[in-house]
C-alpha cells in the first residue's frame, strides 16, 4: 500500500505499543501528520499531530504524558509510542496526512486503520 499504518494489536492494561506511519511514492515530510482514533459507537478523534519538521507537536488531554509523536523523515515515517495503555484506548488508530505543513486538523489523505486492543 502507498500509506498506512502497523503495528496495532492486543496489549494488556499498562502495557506499550509503537504504532508506525510509512508511505511510498509520496514524500510524508513536507505534512504535518496526525494519529486519529474511532473506537466502536463513537467519532473519529484526533490523537497527536506533528508538524512538517517535527518542531511543533500537540496532543489530546486523554493522551498526553502517556503517548508520544515523532517522525523520521529520512525513512518517510511517522510513529506514535503509546505508554500506559487503558481499556479506554481501545479504538482503530489512523495516520492522516494534513492538508499543510503544520497542524491543521484537516486531512487530504487516510490511511487504512490498525486495530489497537487493550483487555487483560
Known amino acids: 500500500l502507498p500509506f498506512g499504518e502497523s503495528g496495532g494489536g492486543l496489549v494488556q492494561p499498562g502495557g506499550s505499543l509503537r504504532l508506525t506511519c510509512a508511505a511510498s511514492?509520496?514524500?510524508?515530510?513536507?505534512?504535518?501528520i496526525g494519529w486519529f482514533r474511532q473506537a466502536p459507537g463513537k467519532e473519529r478523534e484526533g490523537v497527536a499531530c506533528?508538524?512538517?519538521?517535527?518542531?511543533?507537536?500537540n496532543y489530546s488531554d486523554s493522551v498526553k504524558g502517556r503517548f508520544t509523536i515523532s517522525r523520521d523523515n529520512a525513512k518517510n515515517t511517522v510513529y506514535l509510542q503509546m505508554n500506559s495503555l487503558k481499556a479506554e484506548d481501545t479504538a482503530v488508530y489512523y495516520c492522516?496526512?494534513?492538508?499543510?505543513?503544520?497542524?491543521?486538523?484537516?486531512?487530504?489523505?487516510w490511511g487504512q486503520g490498525t486495530q489497537v486492543t487493550v483487555s487483560s
Open positions: 506533528i508538524s512538517d519538521n517535527g518542531s511543533t507537536t
Open positions: 511514492g509520496f514524500t510524508l515530510g513536507y505534512y504535518a
Open positions: 492522516g496526512v494534513d492538508r499543510s505543513n503544520y497542524c491543521t486538523g484537516y486531512v487530504q489523505t
